[in-house]
């Protein structure tokens, strides 16, 4: 692949943009450049890679409970939300926790809807006492932030004040 420098003055035209005549070259050169980065990156995406082995992480291991076959028990683990709750769980808390496994996602979402099921309501009103205080420390925040900017920047102080209400 042929390498080619292009240099600009410190508004950042290329040699002979703002001579008329010369107009026309520039931008040819310009989209040259462009095409010669699409093909490279296109050659890139299409290089041959060894096969992937499937990260344990990411395999939902499923046992048949007495009576049903896997896919029956994977079925009703769909229908009743939990593989569904444990992708979305795996896949918002990854940047803060790291990969978290789908498996053991959904074995706890199952042991938090069975206790829950049974009566014991204390792992939700844990849940929502801490993300009270959460969502408390955002108001906070963005209460604060729109303050900061009242007088000065009034579409600021405004969208701040929007995330911090709530409709009605």
Known sequence: MQTRALHGDRSGRLPGAEDPANG????????????????????????????TVANK????????????????????AVAAGT??????????????????????CARALKAGAATAKAGDLSGAESLLTTQAAALNAIFGELARRAALNMGQHLDATERYMRLVSTPT
């Open 83 to 104: 593989l569904g709750n444990a992708s979305v769980m795996r896949s918002f808390a990854w940047g803060t926790f790291g990969e978290l496994d789908i498996t053991e």
């Open 57 to 76: 992480a990411s395999t939902l291991e499923v046992s048949a409970e007495p009576g049903r076959t896997p896919e029956r028990t994977l079925a009703d």
């Open 24 to 51: 026309a070259r520039a931008s040819r050169l310009r989209r040259n450049d462009v095409n010669e980065r699409e093909q490279a990156m296109t050659k890139a995406k299409t290089k041959k890679t060894a096969p």
